[in-house]
């Protein structure tokens, strides 16, 4: 249960740093708090989580310049899939509700 408390602690100090580094970088200072702190924590949680994945031991799927590899516990590389680029053309703004 440590772990988790640990866990917890560090995405909230993640989430704080975010949020002041994000206000202090907008011109919209509460917008730039809220992205920030979402941001930092969820970076912070995926360090976390490919730091806790790497000890297990099992292989790793990574994307690369547009491919599918599998890292196995020795470091070797192996081409899975070589993935498709998306044709879809999305607008360069989104309106969040």
């Known amino acids: 249960?440590?772990?988790?408390?640990t866990s917890m602690d560090s995405l909230i100090a993640a989430g704080v740093i975010g949020a002041s580094l994000g206000a202090f970088l907008s011109n919209d200072k509460e917008d730039g708090a809220?992205?920030?702190?979402?941001?930092?924590?969820?970076?912070?949680?995926t360090t976390k989580a490919s730091i806790e994945a790497k000890k297990t031991r099992l292989p790793q799927m990574v994307e690369e310049h547009g491919a599918l590899y599998e890292i196995d516990v020795?470091?070797?590389?192996?081409?899975?899939?070589?993935?498709?680029?998306?044709?879809?053309?999305l607008p360069d703004q989104f309106q969040l509700i």
């Open 1 to 5: 249960m440590k772990s988790s408390k």
């Open 74 to 89: 020795n470091g070797e590389k192996r081409l899975v899939k070589n993935l498709n680029k998306s044709t879809r053309l």
């Open 34 to 45: 809220v992205i920030g702190a979402i941001l930092g924590a969820a970076i912070s949680a």
